[in-house]
């Protein structure tokens, strides 16, 4: 396996003093999925019942399963069901596709996808947070990038994008 490295280079957000979460875009079933939460603490790959309908997938697709699912603060979440769906990460024209299976949850969330240990074991991704990416290889060992969406980050958990406390880099002396 190749090194997998990251550089300042790695950073592509606003806010470089940033504690903000890894959010991401995925393609399942030929849709464009953003607000996908990289979460490298839940054991189980997560997809909200909301998101479900507008992939347009038949109720029949998806296994019954209503086992309760708790969250952080012990709040009970009701499941659905789970699905496996193949899932492509695209950097450019280069991708990696993965089956991930996906626990169906119907809970109000600021998210579409939860990705945890599960599906990002799968993929290999190394993650950083304070450049906001991840990296992982393609199926022809090229290291592929994804980059966090630290603007839509900031409006999922503030409601609106935080100042910058960065200078530009044409200000910098």
């Avoid at 939460?37 to 479900?52: A, E, K, N």
């Avoid at 499941?79 to 809970?107: N, S, W």
């Avoid at 600021?110 to 906001?132: A, D, E, F, H, K």
Wanted: charged share 15%; proline share 8%.
């Amino acid at each position: 396996m190749p090194p997998i490295t990251f550089t300042n280079d790695d950073f592509h957000g606003v806010d470089h003093q940033q504690d903000d979460p890894m959010v991401i875009t995925i393609e399942l079933e030929n849709y464009a999925v953003e607000k996908v939460f990289i979460d490298q603490g839940s054991s189980v790959d997560i997809l909200c019942w909301t998101t479900y309908q507008k992939l347009q997938l038949p109720p029949t697709a998806m296994v019954p399963y209503d086992e309760p699912m708790y969250g952080f603060s012990g709040e009970k979440v009701s499941t659905r069901g789970y699905i496996d769906l193949h899932t492509i990460f695209r950097e450019g024209a280069q991708t990696k596709t993965i089956p991930i299976r996906f626990l169906v949850i119907d809970a109000p969330t600021s998210y579409n996808v939860l990705l945890g240990q599960p599906s990002l074991n799968t993929l290999g991704v190394i993650v950083s947070t304070p450049y906001l990416a991840i990296k992982f290889l393609s199926p022809f060992d090229y290291i592929l990038t994804l980059y966090g969406d630290q603007r839509l980050a900031q409006e999922l958990l503030y409601g609106e994008l935080m100042p910058s406390t960065t200078t530009p880099a044409n200000q910098q002396h």
